[in-house]
Structure formats: structure tokens, C-alpha cells
């Protein structure tokens, strides 16, 4: 085998090996994106799953009297501004994300107001109705944490990918970008108590 033969050989064998790499990467890519869209899923659900709640919570707390009227229609504009804010999944961008946790944060806030007042009605926290949707609402809230916490997750394992070499390069030619987080919201060092059995 003269020189040209070898030269041209080991010119091949690296594309050969370079366009493996390229493959393997750019599916790898794609698997995580899926997994993040996937995780994206699962937030939005049971966002929606409490967003459903609030009518039925809503309804309870209106038929005691004279319950302050500001509070509910603070939670109810909430609740439609939260629902008004929707994400595409292939625009999970950091600016995305943190429109949509803004107006979830709100409802919550809203929510966690709702629940303080509700505490100087004790006929209210004796209705069985508003027990049973208190404990759905608070299993919900610890349903949106879990899927928060899976889709950081899987954002934190797609955004190390697209960003490691040779992915840098599959992710600039294909059109990989970041993908944003949840942050922790305002104050969450002090979790709101969502127990009225008292």
C-alpha cells in the first residue's frame, strides 16, 4: 500500500468516525429534548389539575357569609391570567418559563391568601366539602413540586449536553438550544401551611 492509499484511508476512516460521533449525539439530542417536552407534560397537567380545583373551592368559600369578596375575585383573575399563559414545548426558553411560573406564582399567592382568610371562618373549615378540596389542592401542590423537580432534571441533563464538545457543534448546526429552568419562587424558604384541621 503506497503513502496515497494510506492517507486517503485514514481521511475516510475519520469521517466515518466523525459522522458516527455526529449521529450519536445528534439522537442523544433529540432523546433529551423528548425528555424535557415529556417532563413540560406532566407540569402543565397538574398546573391544569389545580387550576380545575379553584371553581369548586371558589363555589365553597362564596356560599359562607359575608367571606371578603376581594379575596375571590383576586384568586379568580389569577387563575385566568395562569390560564392564559401557555407555553409552546419546543419555546422552553429561560424568558418562557419564567412568564409562565410568574402567573403561576400569582395564582398561588392569590390561593395562599384565600387559605390565611379562610382560617376566621369556622363554619367554613367545618364544611366537608372545602375539607375534601383542601386535601386534592394540597396533594396537587406536592404533585406540580415532584414535576417541577423532574423537569429541572431533565432540562439540567439536555442543557449539559447541547453544551459539551463535540454537542456544541451538532447542537449549533441543528438548532439545540437552552432550555429554561423553575427557580425557586419568592419565599419559597417558608412553605405555606395548607392545613386547616386545627
Given at each position: 500500500?503506497?503513502?496515497?492509499?494510506?492517507?486517503?484511508?485514514?481521511?475516510?476512516?475519520?469521517?466515518?468516525?466523525?459522522?458516527?460521533?455526529?449521529?450519536?449525539?445528534?439522537?442523544?439530542?433529540?432523546?433529551?429534548?423528548?425528555?424535557?417536552?415529556?417532563?413540560?407534560?406532566?407540569?402543565?397537567?397538574?398546573?391544569?389539575?389545580?387550576?380545575?380545583?379553584?371553581?369548586?373551592?371558589?363555589?365553597?368559600?362564596?356560599?359562607?357569609?359575608?367571606?371578603?369578596?376581594?379575596?375571590?375575585?383576586?384568586?379568580?383573575?389569577?387563575?385566568?391570567?395562569?390560564?392564559?399563559?401557555?407555553?409552546?414545548?419546543?419555546?422552553?426558553?429561560?424568558?418562557?418559563?419564567?412568564?409562565?411560573?410568574?402567573?403561576?406564582?400569582?395564582l398561588s399567592g392569590a390561593l395562599s391568601r384565600l387559605l390565611v382568610t379562610v382560617e376566621q371562618y369556622p363554619n367554613l373549615k367545618a364544611n366537608q366539602n372545602f375539607l375534601d378540596l383542601q386535601a386534592q389542592l394540597e396533594g396537587t401542590e406536592n404533585r406540580i413540586k415532584t414535576a417541577r423537580n423532574d423537569f429541572n432534571d431533565a432540562v439540567k441533563s439536555y442543557n449539559t449536553t447541547i453544551k459539551t464538545f463535540p454537542n456544541v457543534i451538532i447542537a449549533g448546526i441543528f438548532g439545540f438550544t437552552e432550555k429554561g429552568y423553575f427557580s425557586a419562587d419568592a419565599g419559597a424558604e417558608k412553605a405555606p401551611t395548607v392545613n386547616f384541621s386545627k
Open positions: 500500500m503506497n503513502t496515497k492509499n494510506i492517507v486517503l484511508l485514514a481521511i475516510i476512516g475519520g469521517i466515518l468516525l466523525l459522522g458516527g460521533c455526529g449521529c450519536s449525539g445528534y439522537n442523544n439530542m433529540v432523546s433529551q429534548d423528548q425528555n424535557v417536552k415529556s417532563a413540560w407534560g406532566k407540569v402543565q397537567s397538574d398546573y391544569q389539575r389545580r387550576s380545575d380545583l379553584i371553581p369548586n373551592l371558589v363555589s365553597t368559600v362564596k356560599g359562607s357569609a359575608d367571606f371578603e369578596k376581594s379575596t375571590l375575585e383576586a384568586v379568580i383573575g389569577a387563575r385566568a391570567k395562569a390560564t392564559q399563559t401557555v407555553i409552546d414545548p419546543a419555546n422552553l426558553n429561560p424568558e418562557n418559563i419564567a412568564k409562565y411560573q410568574q402567573a403561576q406564582g400569582e
